[in-house]
C-alpha cells in the first residue's frame, strides 16, 4: 500500500475516496489518455493529423464543430489547451508526455507528417488576444518567420552551450586540470562539441532556411558556409574592403554578417533558383540549375548582403551591449527589470519569435548571449505565481487549479512554462501579470551583475550550467543566476498575493 494511501485513510472514508481517486490519476497511462482526447476530439477518424512539440500535443481535426474544448480541459493529465484556430488544436500534456502520445497517435495509424506546423516555442495568448493580434502582419509573420528558422536548431544550440558552460566551469574550479588525464581528455572532448555547432552556424542556418523558403536545403547551407570561409577575405582584399590592421573592422570580411545575412541571403537563393528553374529544361535541371543558382547569388550576396547584414549585427550587438552591460548599474538594473517584465505580453502576443535571431546574432559574434539570462528569470517569476495560487486555490477548495499546479510545477522549476501559462496564470489573468513584475526583480539582479550564457534555450534550473560566461567569472555567474531565480520565485509569489484576491482563485 503506498505511504499516501496509509496517510489518506487516517482520515475515514472520505480520504479512502481521495487517495483511490489519486491513485487512478497516477496510474493513468498515455495511451488511457490519448483515447480519452481522442473521444473528445470528435474520435479518432475525425483527426487528420497529430504531432508534438515540447509540452504539446498539435492535433488538426476534419470538423472544428466536434471539438469538446470544455470536457479537454477536464481530461487528467491535459494541463491546458490552445484552440485559436479552425480545425487545428494544441494540448498541453507536458514534456516528454507530448512526444510519447504522439507516437501513440501514429501507432493508431493517425498520419503524423509535419507539413504546415511549425516546431517553435510559439506561446500564445487566449483566443481574442491572439486574433487580435493577427491583423499586424507583416513584422509578426517576418518575427515567426525567423523563429521557425532558428528554433529548430535549439538542441544544437543547448548541446554547444551546456558543453562550454561545463568546460569553463571545470577549468576555473581545476586551475590544474592540464595535468590530469581525465580533464585533459575531458575539456577537448566538450569543446569539439561545442565548435561543431558554433563553427558552422551559417551553414545549419542556411540549411534550415532554404527549408523554410521552399528551396534545396544543401544550397542554402552552402551558401550559409561560404559566409565563414577565409576565402572572403582574399576576395574582399582584391576589391579593397579588406582591413588588414583591424580585419574584424572590415566592411566586407569572412563571417561578415553571420546569421543575418546567411537568412537574407538564402531568402534571395531560392528566389533565384526558382527563376532559373522555370526556365532550364528537365534534362538539364539537375546539373546546371544547382551550379547557376550559387553562381548568379554569390555576386549579390558577398558584395552586397555580408556588408549590409554586418553592419545590422553589428549595430544591434552594440545596443544589446550598452544596456544589458552598460557601465551604468543603474541602466542594467532598469533595463534588466523592464525587459523581464515584459517578456511574458511578448511570448503572448507572438513577438518573441526575433529575439533567437537577436540571441544567435549576439552568440556568434561574442561567444556569449547577454539579454537571454534575464529573460530566463520570467518562467521563475510564473513559478512563484503558480505556487501562491496554489494555496489560495486549496484553501478554496479549487482542487482542479490544485491538481494543474502540481503536475505542472516540475516543468516550471525546469523552465518550461507553457502548462502554467496555459493551464494557470494566462486563464486567470492577473497572476499572468504579476508573474511577470515578479520576475522583474530577478531580471533586474542578474542584468546588474553581469551573467551571460553560453547559450540560450534552457531555463530555470536547466540553465544554471550555462550561466558560466559571467564578467566576475564562471561559478560567480552561476550563483548569480541561481540567486536570480529564487528572488523571481519569491517576488513572483509576493506580488500574486497582494493582485490576486482568493475569491477570484476559489471560482477560477
Same mark, same amino acid.
Given at each position: 500500500?503506498?505511504?499516501y494511501?496509509?496517510?489518506?485513510?487516517?482520515?475515514?472514508?472520505?480520504?479512502?475516496?481521495?487517495?483511490?481517486?489519486?491513485?487512478?490519476?497516477?496510474?493513468?497511462?498515455?495511451?488511457?489518455?490519448?483515447?480519452?482526447?481522442?473521444?473528445?476530439?470528435?474520435?479518432?477518424e475525425?483527426?487528420?493529423?497529430?504531432?508534438n512539440?515540447?509540452?504539446?500535443?498539435?492535433?488538426?481535426?476534419?470538423?472544428?464543430?466536434?471539438?469538446?474544448?470544455?470536457?479537454?480541459?477536464n481530461?487528467?493529465?491535459?494541463?491546458g489547451?490552445?484552440?485559436?484556430?479552425?480545425?487545428?488544436?494544441?494540448?498541453?500534456?507536458g514534456?516528454?508526455?507530448c512526444?510519447?502520445?504522439?507516437?501513440?497517435?501514429?501507432?493508431?495509424?493517425?498520419?503524423?507528417?509535419?507539413?504546415?506546423?511549425s516546431?517553435?516555442?510559439?506561446?500564445?495568448?487566449?483566443?481574442?488576444?491572439?486574433?487580435?493580434q493577427?491583423?499586424?502582419?507583416?513584422?509578426?509573420?517576418?518575427?515567426?518567420?525567423?523563429?521557425?528558422?532558428?528554433?529548430p536548431?535549439?538542441?544544437?544550440?543547448?548541446?554547444?552551450?551546456?558543453?562550454?558552460?561545463?568546460?569553463?566551469?571545470?577549468?576555473?574550479?581545476?586551475?590544474?586540470?592540464?595535468?590530469?588525464?581525465?580533464?585533459?581528455?575531458?575539456?577537448?572532448?566538450?569543446?569539439?562539441?561545442?565548435?561543431?555547432?558554433?563553427?558552422?552556424?551559417?551553414?545549419?542556418?542556411?540549411?534550415?532556411?532554404?527549408?523554410?523558403?521552399?528551396g534545396?536545403?544543401?544550397?542554402?547551407?552552402?551558401? @550559409? %558556409?561560404?559566409? #565563414? *570561409?577565409? $576565402? /572572403?577575405?582574399? =576576395?574582399?582584399?582584391?576589391?579593397?574592403?579588406?582591413?588588414?590592421?583591424? &580585419?574584424?573592422?572590415?566592411i566586407?570580411?569572412?563571417?561578415?554578417?553571420?546569421?543575418?545575412?546567411?537568412?537574407?541571403?538564402?531568402?534571395?537563393l531560392?528566389k533565384?533558383?526558382?527563376?532559373?528553374?522555370?526556365?532550364?529544361?528537365d534534362?538539364?535541371?539537375?546539373?546546371?540549375?544547382?551550379?547557376?543558382?550559387?553562381?548568379?547569388?554569390?555576386?549579390?550576396?558577398?558584395?552586397?548582403?555580408?556588408?549590409?547584414?554586418?553592419?545590422?549585427?553589428?549595430?544591434?550587438?552594440?545596443?544589446?551591449?550598452?544596456?544589458?552591460?552598460?557601465?551604468?548599474?543603474?541602466?542594467?538594473?532598469?533595463?534588466?527589470y523592464?525587459?523581464?517584465?515584459?517578456?511574458?505580453?511578448?511570448?503572448?502576443? @507572438? %513577438?518573441?519569435? #526575433? *529575439?533567437? $535571431? /537577436?540571441?544567435? =546574432?549576439?552568440?556568434?559574434?561574442?561567444?556569449?548571449?547577454?539579454?537571454? &539570462?534575464?529573460?530566463?528569470?520570467?518562467?521563475?517569476?510564473?513559478?512563484?505565481?503558480?505556487?501562491?495560487?496554489?494555496?489560495?486555490?486549496?484553501?478554496?477548495?479549487?482542487?482542479?487549479?490544485?491538481?494543474?499546479?502540481?503536475?505542472?510545477?516540475?516543468?516550471?522549476?525546469?523552465?518550461?512554462?507553457?502548462?502554467?501559462?496555459?493551464?494557470?496564470?494566462?486563464?486567470?489573468?492577473?497572476?499572468?501579470?504579476?508573474?511577470?513584475?515578479?520576475?522583474?526583480?530577478?531580471?533586474?539582479?542578474?542584468?546588474?551583475?553581469?551573467?551571460?550564457?553560453?547559450?540560450?534555450?534552457?531555463?530555470?534550473?536547466?540553465?544554471?550550467?550555462?550561466?558560466?560566461?559571467?564578467?566576475?567569472?564562471?561559478?560567480?555567474?552561476?550563483?548569480?543566476?541561481? $540567486?536570480?531565480?529564487?528572488?523571481?520565485?519569491?517576488m513572483?509569489?509576493?506580488?500574486t498575493?497582494?493582485m490576486?484576491?482568493?475569491?477570484?482563485?476559489?471560482?477560477?
Amino acid at each position: 500500500m503506498h505511504t499516501y494511501y496509509r496517510v489518506f485513510a487516517l482520515l475515514g472514508d472520505k480520504g479512502i475516496k481521495e487517495c483511490k481517486a489519486h491513485e487512478r490519476e497516477a496510474t493513468m497511462t498515455n495511451e488511457e489518455l490519448v483515447q480519452n482526447v481522442l473521444v473528445h476530439l470528435g474520435g479518432k477518424e475525425n483527426v487528420r493529423l497529430a504531432t508534438n512539440c515540447q509540452t504539446r500535443l498539435r492535433v488538426e481535426v476534419a470538423d472544428d464543430a466536434k471539438i469538446d474544448e470544455d470536457a479537454l480541459k477536464n481530461v487528467e493529465g491535459v494541463l491546458g489547451i490552445v484552440h485559436d484556430r479552425t480545425n487545428y488544436i494544441e494540448i498541453v500534456v507536458g514534456p516528454g508526455k507530448c512526444r510519447k502520445c504522439a507516437d501513440i497517435c501514429a501507432a493508431m495509424g493517425i498520419a503524423t507528417s509535419e507539413e504546415g506546423l511549425s516546431c517553435d516555442n510559439d506561446w500564445k495568448a487566449n483566443k481574442k488576444a491572439v486574433k487580435s493580434q493577427q491583423s499586424d502582419s507583416r513584422i509578426r509573420l517576418i518575427l515567426k518567420t525567423f523563429g521557425e528558422i532558428f528554433v529548430p536548431l535549439i538542441p544544437g544550440v543547448i548541446a554547444a552551450g551546456l558543453c562550454a558552460g561545463l568546460s569553463s566551469l571545470i577549468q576555473q574550479l581545476n586551475p590544474g586540470w592540464k595535468s590530469d588525464m581525465f580533464f585533459s581528455v575531458l575539456i577537448p572532448f566538450l569543446g569539439l562539441i561545442n565548435t561543431s555547432f558554433l563553427a558552422y552556424l551559417t551553414a545549419w542556418v542556411g540549411y534550415r532556411a532554404a527549408e523554410k523558403f521552399g528551396g534545396t536545403p544543401i544550397l542554402g547551407g552552402m551558401l @550559409g %558556409m561560404i559566409t #565563414g *570561409l577565409p $576565402a /572572403i577575405n582574399d =576576395i574582399s582584399a582584391v576589391v579593397g574592403l579588406f582591413n588588414k590592421t583591424q &580585419p574584424l573592422d572590415a566592411i566586407l570580411r569572412s563571417g561578415r554578417g553571420g546569421v543575418l545575412a546567411a537568412v537574407l541571403g538564402v531568402f534571395l537563393l531560392v528566389k533565384i533558383e526558382k527563376a532559373i528553374r522555370a526556365k532550364m529544361p528537365d534534362s538539364l535541371d539537375i546539373v546546371f540549375t544547382p551550379v547557376l543558382t550559387l553562381i548568379v547569388t554569390l555576386i549579390p550576396y558577398i558584395f552586397v548582403v555580408m556588408p549590409l547584414c554586418g553592419f545590422i549585427s553589428s549595430g544591434i550587438c552594440m545596443g544589446l551591449q550598452q544596456l544589458c552591460m552598460s557601465s551604468s548599474i543603474a541602466v542594467r538594473i532598469i533595463a534588466g527589470y523592464i525587459s523581464t517584465a515584459l517578456f511574458l505580453p511578448l511570448v503572448a502576443m @507572438g %513577438m518573441h519569435h #526575433g *529575439l533567437v $535571431a /537577436i540571441y544567435s =546574432i549576439q552568440l556568434e559574434q561574442f561567444g556569449y548571449v547577454t539579454l537571454y &539570462p534575464a529573460l530566463a528569470m520570467a518562467g521563475a517569476g510564473q513559478v512563484g505565481a503558480a505556487i501562491a495560487i496554489y494555496l489560495k486555490a486549496k484553501r478554496g477548495g479549487n482542487k482542479r487549479i490544485c491538481n494543474v499546479i502540481k503536475g505542472a510545477l516540475p516543468a516550471g522549476f525546469l523552465g518550461i512554462g507553457e502548462p502554467l501559462i496555459y493551464g494557470v496564470t494566462l486563464p486567470m489573468g492577473r497572476p499572468f501579470i504579476s508573474a511577470g513584475l515578479g520576475a522583474g526583480f530577478g531580471g533586474a539582479l542578474v542584468m546588474a551583475l553581469g551573467v551571460a550564457a553560453t547559450t540560450w534555450g534552457p531555463s530555470g534550473l536547466l540553465a544554471l550550467f550555462v550561466m558560466t560566461a559571467g564578467e566576475g567569472g564562471a561559478i560567480a555567474s552561476v550563483l548569480t543566476y541561481g $540567486a536570480g531565480l529564487v528572488v523571481s520565485y519569491i517576488m513572483g509569489f509576493v506580488i500574486t498575493n497582494i493582485m490576486v484576491k482568493n475569491e477570484e482563485v476559489a471560482n477560477a
